[in-house]
């Protein structure tokens, strides 16, 4: 191979690299995309924060507010612990000015109504969250059998729910053939046929069961379907 060969391979090497490209550094306008981006450079964040802590032995805390407003905290040995030290912290200087003595009552006054702020929201977020799940138990305990989700159930469960399904259809049907003779029964029978049928049906009810006893009204409404026929 002769040397414009070699440069022509080592060119071609060269514009197939582009190498890393850097980012710039500016805010995501996407907002989904600038989500994801806030909750992966969170976690690394606190990850940072806790190696720092295991081999430097710092303490740490530290207050994040989300894009949407939520607030995530990091800690160590805790927050509260290392809130309270930056709170108490005290000088063995006896010049310490007045102006060093009111910005550092500002900044635990500041401090302080932010915790309490944060305090607020979490406990918010907490009831907001019973209740949720609370409104989902209630609905769930409210829906009819056949309203259930059967996405989860296996091959036996469904076969015992077709099943189901198959005898309340029967049911129905039965019951809506029962009101329809009922609605058509003073066109067939006559007044006092109508009269003990009803006696009928009132005694079985109070008496549900007696297997043995037979209706007026059934045989009446078998008899006028093989009339009919």
């Known amino acids: ?49 806790a190696e720092l802590c295991i081999l430097t032995g710092a303490h740490i805390t530290m207050l994040v507010h989300s894009p949407g407003g939520r607030v995530f905290a ?11 030290r930056f709170l108490n912290i005290t000088t063995n200087n006896a010049s310490t000015s007045d102006e060093s003595t009111t910005q550092k009552g500002q900044l635990e006054k500041e401090f302080n109504q932010h915790y309490v702020e ?21 609905n769930a305990s409210e829906l009819p059998w056949y309203s259930e989700d059967v996405d989860g159930l296996e091959v036996e469960e469904l076969q015992q729910y077709i099943s189901s399904l198959v005898e309340l ?6 019951r809506a053939d029962e009101l329809m003779m009922i609605k058509k029964a003073p066109a067939l029978l006559g007044p006092n046929m109508l009269s003990i049928a009803q006696a009928n049906d009132i005694a079985n009810m109070e008496n549900p069961t007696n297997g043995t006893a ?3 009204f059934g045989f009446a409404h078998s008899h006028n379907r093989e009339w009919m026929m």
């Open 1 to 49: 191979m002769n040397i414009t060969s070699i440069a022509g391979v080592n060119s071609m090497k060269k514009r197939s690299s582009q190498g890393r490209k850097k980012i710039e550094i500016k805010k995501i306008e996407e907002e989904n995309n600038r989500q994801v981006t806030f909750s992966k450079r969170r976690n690394g964040l606190f990850k940072k924060a």
């Open 74 to 84: 990091f800690g160590h040995p805790t927050v509260d612990d290392v809130a309270d």
């Open 118 to 138: 944060i305090s607020k929201e979490l406990e918010a977020e907490k009831k907001l969250r019973d209740v949720i799940q609370e409104s989902k138990i209630i």
């Open 169 to 174: 259809k029967r049911k129905v049907l039965v």
């Open 214 to 216: 037979s209706s007026s």
